[in-house]
């Protein structure tokens, strides 16, 4: 799957449908890469990652998850 980048000078976002992963590029923490999910009104945060590799297998998976679940 293809993600669509969204990057600015504080953060840089990849994003396919409703999930996206999310770095903090000025953040000095130990797992800057967010995987995120949107419900509805809100992104929640999946779980943390500390390489962009690790971010974007673990997206894959959530997406692959949320396409299982029936509509």
Known sequence: MKFKTNHSRFFKEW???DVRILK???GKV???YSV???DGTVWT???SFR???EAKEAALWV???LASEPA
């Open 15 to 17: 994003r396919c449908g």
């Open 45 to 47: 945060v999946v779980r």
């Open 24 to 26: 903090d590029v000025f």
């Open 36 to 38: 995120q999910k949107f």
């Open 30 to 32: 130990f797992l800057p």
């Open 51 to 53: 390489t962009f590799a």
């Open 63 to 65: 997406l692959d998850d």
